[in-house]
């Protein structure tokens, strides 16, 4: 059974750091990219970052140089370090990962995880 285990987020203030990670385990096949979004509070799922296999990575415009995709193949974890952040940032993040398993592409989420940037 695939899993996507998400670790990390927290309180902080505005201006501060904080990192998530998300590893994934199971016979997932072939990763092509992972995803985290970002669901403000009674708002839609939007779109953070992307990163693929080989470390190719594109951001959403409001989170460029603030936030930084990576990926520890041999931990399976993708992380997210998110810094400078804003009271907009709050919200719960999710971890999304693409992948194919003989010939079949699926997608699967991780559980979220809560962040909270105080002003």
């Known amino acids: 059974q695939v899993q996507l285990v998400q670790s990390g987020g927290g309180l902080v203030q505005a201006g501060g750091s904080l990192r998530l990670s998300c590893t994934h385990s199971g016979n997932i096949g072939s990763i092509v990219y992972i995803d985290w979004y970002h669901q403000a509070p009674g708002k839609q799922r939007d779109f953070v970052a992307r990163i693929g296999t080989g470390g190719s990575s594109n951001y959403a415009q409001y989170v460029k140089g603030r936030f930084t995709i990576s990926i520890d193949n041999p931990k399976n974890t993708v992380y997210l370090q998110m810094n400078s952040l804003e009271p907009e940032d709050t919200g719960v993040y999710f971890c999304?990962?693409?992948?194919?398993?003989?010939?079949?592409?699926?997608?699967?989420w991780g559980q979220g995880t809560q962040v909270t940037v105080s002003s």
């Open positions: 999304y990962c693409n992948a194919i398993w003989s010939g079949v592409t699926s997608g699967y």
